[in-house]
T-cell receptor
Framework: KAGVTQTPRYLIKTRGQQVTLSCSPI?????VSWYQQTPGQGLQFLFE???????NKGNFPGRFSGRQFSNSRSEMNVSTLELGDSALYLC?????????????FGPGTRLTVT | TQLLEQSPQFLSIQEGENLTVYCNSS?????LQWYRQEPGEGPVLLVT?????EVKKLKRLTFQFGDARKDSSLHITAAQPGDTGLYLC??????????FGDGTTLTVKP
């Protein structure tokens, strides 16, 4: 069974631009969660989608948004990029929503904002 | 906001030594997970503990969930260089939100 895939793996953007990251979950998994990982803040929860609906949201500004498609694939968008948005963005899939279902992480997208 | 504190933050040991990593909180979690992350990769789930006092073993790794479900520990026996990585604990609240600790970076020298 294929694992969680994320595209692209690496991305360089300029301040003020916007970016869209993609995540394809494990086949049969209907929940996708997004996390931001930085050396200073660690791994922080962005949001979780299940059946195309956002089920949980972390404490991030509205510049961070996401969506999920009917095939469970998910995209995350960050608008008006700031230098502090440079991070590893991780997506995780699970069978159901909520942390009581085991999460399987993708390799991440490394975003650098210059 | 539920916080998870991991200690130590960094650990460097020789091959063959034993070690324990701690994950503590003032909040109660419905479950707690441990992950290991290697550079350039996403975290890989090692174990999920659900019941207070639960102990799970995975080869040389022993995981324990505190009786009050507020803390957990990971003990590695006879560490090997392949155990090197970032160890993360993550707690789940009844609301389904997840909280990750800051991680323990383990280096095992041959």
């Amino acid at each position: 069974k294929a694992g969680v895939t994320q595209t692209p793996r690496y991305l360089i953007k300029t301040r003020g631009q916007q970016v869209t990251l993609s995540c394809s979950p494990i086949s049969g998994h209907r929940s996708v969660s997004w996390y931001q990982q930085t050396p200073g803040q660690g791994l922080q929860f962005l949001f979780e989608y299940f059946s195309e609906t956002q089920r949980n949201k972390g404490n991030f500004p509205g510049r961070f948004s996401g969506r999920q498609f009917s095939n469970s694939r998910s995209e995350m968008n960050v608008s008006t990029l700031e230098l502090g948005d440079s991070a590893l963005y991780l997506c995780a899939s699970s069978l159901g929503w909520g942390m009581n279902y085991e999460q399987y992480f993708g390799p991440g997208t490394r975003l650098t904002v210059t | 906001t539920q916080l998870l504190e991991q200690s130590p933050q960094f650990l460097s040991i020789q091959e063959g030594e034993n070690l324990t990593v701690y994950c503590n909180s003032s909040s109660v979690f419905s479950s707690l997970q441990w992950y290991r992350q290697e550079p350039g990769e996403g975290p890989v789930l090692l174990v999920t503990v659900v019941t207070g006092g639960e102990v799970k073993k995975l080869k040389r790794l022993t995981f324990q969930f505190g009786d009050a479900r507020k803390d957990s520990s990971l003990h590695i026996t006879a560490a090997q260089p392949g155990d090197t990585g970032l160890y993360l604990c993550a707690g789940a609240s009844n609301a389904g939100k997840s909280t990750f600790g800051d991680g323990t970076t383990l280096t095992v020298k041959p």
